[in-house]
Each structure stands twice: as structure tokens, then as C-alpha cells.
T-cell receptor
Framework: KQEVTQIPAALSVPEGENLVLNCSFTDSAIYNLQWFRQDPGKGLTSLLLIQSSQREQTSGRLNASLDKSSGRSTLYIAASQPGDSATYLCAVSLGSARQLTFGSGTQLTVLP | NAGVTQTPKFQVLKTGQSMTLQCAQDMNHEYMSWYRQDPGMGLRLIHYSVGAGITDQGEVPNGYNVSRSTTEDFPLRLLSAAPSQTSVYFC??????????????FGPGTRLTVL
């Protein structure tokens, strides 16, 4: 059974810092990996999607990497802002319908 | 495009009642799924569908039924609500095609409380 772990569970940083969120998974036979953002009481917003054949994806201040062989992904956030405060979820996709297995998330607080 | 829509946004049920959570998407996605989110448990897959007329069970299917009569709609039915089904329910959809098109999109969620 696929298991996804996210470390740390919570992170608090001052505004302007660069930071890294970690995600690890136990079964490397994934189809893709997706990073989401969730604000309190809201739904999930897709940030980045990395196909299993790719090593990284970038969108603005966000960069996600994937090392399938070691079962790891990182989400790098550059020059963090208070508006980045949210819970970040990592999910790996496998199976006939690309079913997602989620980590428990990292709750990020960026202090002004 | 409205994306993935879910109704209702909030619902309170009594134990034993039944109800249907609605999910619709207007992106012509083949794949649709239902997840529940509970504190400390993360998001878990309930049921999924790879196309109209085809559904299958996920990790936590007990107490729920689904059907997929059209590409657009994927309702989730609670047969006899129990307090353990108190949760936030999310519907998701994606294309079957490979590559960037299989990004998964989520609805805003339905917050269900069972008393």
C-alpha cells in the first residue's frame, strides 16, 4: 500500500525566507505527483504537477522536484510572503484512474 | 468553465437519514473521484470512476454508493448516515490523457455533520 509522508507537519518562517517542504512515498511506481495548496475551510488548489518521467516543474516562485527512485519530492518556495500561509499537500497518483494518495500536509505560516 | 462544482456546501443529518452529495464538472473529464478529509487522517479515496457506467471502490467505500450515468455528474449517496461519516467531502476530476492534461481538479467541498 502506498504511503505518503510530509515533513515537517508545521513550519513558521519570517517573510522573505526561502523554504523547502518535503514529501516522501513508499512505492515508486507512480504515474505523477501533484502539489496542492489548501486554505482554511477551503478546497484544494493545484500548484504543480510532475509527471513520473520529469525531474522538476516551476511556476513563479514555486519549484517542485521529483526523485522517483528514492521516493522523494520537494516543494521550494522562494521569497515567502504572508499570503503563502496555508496547508500544502503532496499527492501521488497511481492506478487505472490516477487515484491520489495524499500526505497529511505541512501547515505553513509566513510571519510579516 | 465552472470547473468542478459540489452541492450542498453544508449539510446536517440525523443518524439513519440518507442523502446525495452532488458533483458535476464541465471540462469533459473522464476520471472522477470522491475523497473525504478528516483531521489527522488526511484525504482518503471513497469511490472513483473512469467513465460513464464504470465505478470502483477506493480505500473507504463502506456506507457510500456511487453511479456515473453521464460524463459530467458523479453523485455520492449516503445510504444510512452515521456519526463516523461526519467529514468534509471533496470531488475531483481529470482527463484520461497522459501529460499535463491529467492534472486533477477539486471542487470546493461539502461539509457534512451527522448527529
Amino acid at each position: 500500500k502506498q504511503e505518503v509522508t510530509q515533513i515537517p507537519a508545521a513550519l513558521s518562517v519570517p517573510e522573505g525566507e526561502n523554504l523547502v517542504l518535503n514529501c516522501s512515498f513508499t512505492d515508486s511506481a507512480i504515474y505523477n505527483l501533484q502539489w496542492f495548496r489548501q486554505d482554511p475551510g477551503k478546497g484544494l488548489t493545484s500548484l504543480l504537477l510532475i509527471q513520473s518521467s520529469q525531474r522538476e516543474q516551476t511556476s513563479g516562485r514555486l519549484n517542485a522536484s521529483l526523485d522517483k527512485s528514492s521516493g522523494r519530492s520537494t516543494l521550494y518556495i522562494a521569497a515567502s510572503q504572508p499570503g503563502d500561509s496555508a496547508t500544502y499537500l503532496c499527492a501521488v497518483s497511481l492506478g487505472s484512474a490516477r487515484q491520489l494518495t495524499f500526505g497529511s500536509g505541512t501547515q505553513l505560516t509566513v510571519l510579516p | 468553465n465552472a470547473g468542478v462544482t459540489q452541492t450542498p456546501k453544508f449539510q446536517v443529518l440525523k443518524t439513519g437519514q440518507s442523502m446525495t452529495l452532488q458533483c458535476a464538472q464541465d471540462m469533459n473529464h473522464e476520471y472522477m473521484s470522491w475523497y473525504r478529509q478528516d483531521p489527522g487522517m488526511g484525504l482518503r479515496l471513497i469511490h472513483y470512476s473512469v467513465g460513464a457506467g464504470i465505478t470502483d471502490q477506493g480505500e473507504v467505500p463502506n456506507g457510500y454508493n456511487v453511479s456515473r450515468s453521464t460524463t459530467e455528474d458523479f453523485p455520492l449517496r449516503l445510504l444510512s448516515a452515521a456519526p463516523s461519516q461526519t467529514s468534509v467531502y471533496f470531488c475531483a476530476s481529470s482527463h484520461r490523457a497522459s501529460g499535463r492534461n491529467n492534472e486533477q481538479f477539486f471542487g470546493p467541498g461539502t461539509r457534512l455533520t451527522v448527529l
